[in-house]
C-alpha cells in the first residue's frame, strides 16, 4: 500500500514538472524571428548567394510579413 502511494506522488509530481518544463520551452521552439539589417530583397538575394555558394538548394521563399499581414499578424513588433 505505502509503495502505491510513493507511486502516485511521483507520477503526479511528475506530470506537474513535465507541464512546467513544457510551458517555459514551448515558446523558444517555435518560430525564430530575426530582423535583417538589409530590405527583403537584399536578405533574399545574399542568401541565395550563400545557399548556392554551399551547394544546397531553396525550394520556396515565403514573404511572412506578406503573408501573415491578413491575419491581423506584424512580424518585428
Given at each position: 500500500?505505502?509503495?502505491?502511494?510513493?507511486?502516485?506522488?511521483?507520477?503526479?509530481?511528475?506530470?506537474?514538472?513535465?507541464?512546467?518544463?513544457?510551458?517555459?520551452?514551448?515558446?523558444?521552439?517555435?518560430?525564430?524571428?530575426?530582423?535583417?539589417?538589409?530590405?527583403?530583397?537584399?536578405?533574399?538575394?545574399?542568401?541565395?548567394?550563400?545557399?548556392?555558394?554551399?551547394?544546397?538548394?531553396?525550394?520556396?521563399?515565403?514573404?511572412?510579413?506578406?503573408?501573415?499581414?491578413?491575419?491581423?499578424?506584424?512580424l518585428g513588433k
Amino acid at each position: 500500500m505505502s509503495n502505491l502511494i510513493y507511486l502516485g506522488i511521483g507520477l503526479f509530481l511528475g506530470i506537474i514538472l513535465m507541464g512546467i518544463v513544457v510551458f517555459k520551452k514551448a515558446p523558444s521552439l517555435m518560430m525564430l524571428e530575426d530582423e535583417s539589417k538589409y530590405d527583403f530583397e537584399t536578405t533574399i538575394s545574399n542568401f541565395e548567394k550563400e545557399v548556392n555558394l554551399a551547394g544546397w538548394k531553396i525550394s520556396k521563399i515565403h514573404d511572412m510579413q506578406e503573408i501573415l499581414k491578413g491575419f491581423a499578424m506584424i512580424l518585428g513588433k
